[in-house]
């Protein structure tokens, strides 16, 4: 399939910066894949379409402040360092800007308390770097590193807690899963009280989720590694979800790709934790995601790929097309879908 495939109009000004004042006051869209329809409704909606014994399935991940500002030691220039994913110790997978003046052995100094050296370069242009630094590093972190928004956000973020999910408690992000952005602890609770299952995976958003697509046929896209684990509980839950009947309903991308990367053959999970490279789009299986809660992606993304192969290319773009007619607000802080 051709890159073009997965391209749409989108006027800039349909592009959120802000988040939505109330949280669950996003609109939704809501798509059903059997007969077709669209329908528009608000996010605090979503319960008219959640069953007894359904199961929502979350990623739990949290974002860290993971954009550094620095200097290079010798020559005093300055230099971002952008965190993806911790390798071992205190070694970290980096993007690094300007990429040309972060070579092998350069040394990167953020403040007296905290500093880098370049260790190696990785496959897809980034660094691999080694702190070094004085106390706590996570607390360091907090105070020195910035909270990472999309390029697309040009507007300042008022409370970063808003690029947090309520439930966010496993940190390890360089981006928030979005989806999820939209659910209040009320509203969670009442989902609870109507007997819907709420099940917790993580998978540490990295360049993976948010790589651009460079290739013209898309089968020739090679997705970046991300880690994710799943516990027992949830693995327990969504195995009895699946055994009694009801639905596995996904909340994110990354939710999807953290449960397709675990689920058997026959439909079953079993906890890992491991690194996924998964590539979902059109002529895929889904082994056990029967339903997807999810904001609207960017074009020709692996993202948009993801949501065709699930409910059909043509279906999400003509959906696409009428959410830029209904000006739906698109991406990160933008509306939701909800596809059943």
Known sequence: ???????????????????????????????????????????????QYLKKGDTLVFNDTKVIPARLI??????GGKV???LLRRTEGNRWETLVKPGKKAQ???IIEFSDELSCEVIDHTDFGGRIVEFKFDG??????????ETPLPPY?????????RYQTVYAR??????????????????LEEIKAMGVNLAFVTLHVGLGTFRPVNVDNIEDHVMHKEFYHIEK??????????????????VGTTSIRTLESAAKEDGTIEPIADETGIFIYPGYKFKIVDAIVTNFHLPKSTLIMLISAFAGREYVLSAYEEAVREKYRFFSFGDAMFIE
């Open 104 to 106: 092998i052995g350069n």
């Open 170 to 187: 496993e940190n390890g992000s360089a981006a928030a899963p979005t989806a999820g952005l939209h659910f209040t602890k009320e509203l």
């Open 1 to 47: 399939m051709l890159l073009s495939d997965f391209d749409y109009n989108l006027p800039e000004e349909l592009i959120a910066q802000t988040p939505c004042q109330q949280r669950d006051h996003s609109r939704l869209m809501v798509l059903n894949r059997k007969d077709k329809s669209i329908s528009h409704k608000h996010f605090y909606d979503l319960k």
């Open 70 to 75: 620095g200097h290079r030691a010798k020559t």
């Open 153 to 161: 956000i040009h507007e300042k973020l008022a409370d970063k807690n």
């Open 136 to 145: 706590i590093f996570e607390e360091i972190l907090d105070r020195l590193g």
């Open 233 to 250: 509980e949830a693995a327990d839950i969504i195995n009895n979800t699946k055994k009694n009947g009801g639905r596995v309903i996904a």
């Open 80 to 82: 971002e360092v952008f």
